[in-house]
T-cell receptor, first 113, second 117 residues
C-alpha cells in the first residue's frame, strides 16, 4: 500500500466550476498535510497546509482533513485556466529518525474554456 | 533573499561516473530532503535529514549517498550503482514543529535535471 495515494487524472473541469482533488494516506501517525501545485518542468509550490481536522479556507482554495478516514482533499472554486497543473498531496510522518515528508503521485487538473 | 539553491540546473553524466548535486539553504531550516521525479510521476523520497550529521534513507535510496556536515548544505551524490539516474532532482527544506504537528511547509529549489549520456 502506498503511503500517499492520489488519482492521477486527468481531472477536467470547465472554467468557473469547482475542482475537487482527493488524497488518502496509510499511516494514522501522519501529522501535517500539504497541497502543492506543480507546473510542467517547474518546482512544486505550496497551495495550502492543514494540521487539524476540518476545513481551512484561503481565497479560492479549501483544504479538508479527516484523520479518522485518513483523507485530505483540496477544493478549488471558480477554477481558472491558470489552475491547470499537477496537484501534489504531501504528508509528514514523524519517525524515530526524523520527519519523513512523502508525496503522492499527483493529480493532473485541466481547466477548460 | 532567503531561499534554497540547487546547482547545477542541468547536468550530464557519463555511464559509470559519480556526480554530486548541490543544495544550499539560508532559511535556517532544520530538515532537508532530496526527491527524484520522473516524467509524469510524483516525487519519490531519496534521503532526508533532520539534524547535522544525521540522515535517513527514503524510499529509493539505493545508488545514492548524502552528507549533512552543515545545517545549510545537503549534497546528493548519484553513484555509478544507480542504473537509471536520468531524472529531475528536487531538494527541499522545512522546519520542525515542536508541538507534534510534524513539519512546516517545505520550500523547494529550482531542481537539477540529470541526463546520462
Amino acid at each position: 500500500q502506498k503511503e500517499v495515494e492520489q488519482n492521477s487524472g486527468p481531472l477536467s473541469v470547465p472554467e468557473g466550476a469547482i475542482a475537487s482533488l482527493n488524497c488518502t494516506y496509510s499511516d494514522r501517525g501522519s501529522q501535517s498535510f500539504f497541497w502543492y501545485r506543480q507546473y510542467s518542468g517547474k518546482s512544486p509550490e505550496l497551495i495550502m497546509f492543514i494540521y487539524s481536522n476540518g476545513d481551512k479556507e484561503d481565497g479560492r482554495f479549501t483544504a479538508q482533513l479527516n484523520k479518522a478516514s485518513q483523507y485530505v482533499s483540496l477544493l478549488i472554486r471558480d477554477s481558472q485556466p491558470s489552475d491547470s497543473a499537477t496537484y501534489l498531496c504531501a504528508v509528514t510522518l514523524v519517525t524515530g529518525g526524523g520527519n519523513k515528508l512523502t508525496f503522492g503521485t499527483g493529480t493532473q487538473l485541466k481547466v477548460e474554456l | 533573499d532567503g531561499g534554497i539553491t540547487q546547482s547545477p540546473k542541468y547536468l550530464f553524466r557519463k555511464e559509470g561516473q559519480n556526480v554530486t548535486l548541490s543544495c544550499e539553504q539560508n532559511l535556517n531550516h532544520d530538515a532537508m530532503y532530496w526527491y527524484r521525479q520522473d516524467p509524469g510521476q510524483g516525487l519519490r523520497l531519496i534521503y532526508y535529514s533532520q539534524i547535522v550529521n544525521d540522515f535517513q534513507k527514503g524510499d529509493i535510496a539505493e545508488g545514492y549517498s548524502v552528507s549533512r556536515e552543515k545545517k545549510e548544505s545537503f549534497p546528493l551524490t548519484v553513484t555509478s550503482a544507480q542504473k537509471n539516474p536520468t531524472a529531475f532532482y528536487l531538494c527541499a527544506s522545512s522546519n520542525i514543529v515542536l508541538t507534534g504537528k510534524g513539519n512546516t511547509e517545505a520550500f523547494f529549489g529550482q531542481g537539477t535535471r540529470l541526463t546520462v549520456v
